[in-house]
């Protein structure tokens, strides 16, 4: 069998045939030719048979390694003309526009990112952490489900920090799925905002023909109403934007928002209030998880009252007894190590405010154990807002007026079925691979493997893909 023959069949690349390899100290340098004579623009697969010129451009992708040995494919590709995208460098079915890595190779390092450390990954291929990122990014906007923000009925708004200096990322779970399906740089209501413009896209301005034009001054405009209304059924209406006569449009896109039954978030004002803007049927939802956060906060903050008050007395080694029980107080009971557990029984011996405290949040988490009634969590409720206005610990007054206030909207959540459990491993797993993101230097590349990890796509790899015929 001949060399080229050889490769052809290792590397499987589609639609080029190896025309040489070449073998360089620190690499296998494979030449491949196109099959196909005709051009296509990688941006919109337009085909063409003409070439813009007689310049041809010599391209490198790395392609997976062969054994100890970097693979790279060398190709020489035509330029054409694209209506839409004017001077085009031709697309090759073995690599996403834009990119310096095949597709294999791709898809290997999006397979490895959603599961292992950034050190091994960068060892292990020998590539930098912001390429990852942007590779991360090119297969998340290729494999992500189209139809990912189709059918959403109960959804969670959450917000996950992914740098340091306060840098956020909304992120938007479907509860039923349990999926992330969407996500943006930023929090607050400016990225609900966003999230909803993506659901239902407002109409666009409509073209400045003339004729339209004066026809739209002419006649009235229609306005359909959205939401919950006794002549449109969920689903089939339109946000109430006025549409110009003439505008096409496909129904079935403006109406998203509408089909969202229930929206859970955190207690602060902005998601809710762009749900009740955009979404006004929906059940504004308190996560749970949430609650138990502001829980595990007060009580971090008595710990620390305390502990700074025994290391002013000069009680050194009583301080750092304490500094290390914070995990003992934190974690939850069951999950104790026996040490932690030790911990824990000798703060309970010792009583006084930071036993109080912790006694306190675990009330508030048992709110929300599972099998409870909507009644007895009711019950649980009213009882717990009354221990915290008497507990005399600050941090606890303060909680207890804040679920007073989100009461109804902890309960929906309880009613709906969104609980502590349904949510957490979720959102455990986000802030996992969030910490992995720390390094990436653009918040789409986070974002894109948060997705990629938590969202609607199956990655394979490359041998998979290959077997499955997929490429
Ligand atoms: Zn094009």
Redesign the pocket.
Known sequence: MRVTTGFSRLLRLPGVGVRKVRFEPDRVIVEVALRRRRLI?P??G?STRARKDTRPESSVWRHLDLGVWRLEVHCRRRRLW?P??GA?TEGVPFARPGSEFTRDFECLVAWLATRTDKSTIKRMLRIDWDTVGRIVARVCADELDPGRLDDLYEIGVDEVSWKRQHRYLTLVVDHHRRQVVWGCEGSGQVAADAFFDELDPPPADPAPDPAKQSRAASEPAIMVPFGPCPTVPAGHGIPGAWLMPGLEIEPAIFARAGLLQAVSMDMGPGYAKSVRANAPQAVLCIDPYHVVQLANQALDEVRRAYWNELRSLGDQDAAKRFKDSRWSLLKRPEKLTDEQAATLARIKAAGGEVWRAYTLKEAVRGIFEPGLSLEDVAVLIKRLLSRLSRSRLQPFVRLGKTIRKHRDAILAAIRLGINQGRTEALNNKVRLITRRAYGFHSAKAALALVILTCGPVTLHLPHELHASGLT
């Open positions: 623009c941006e919109c337009y694209c839409e995208h085009r």
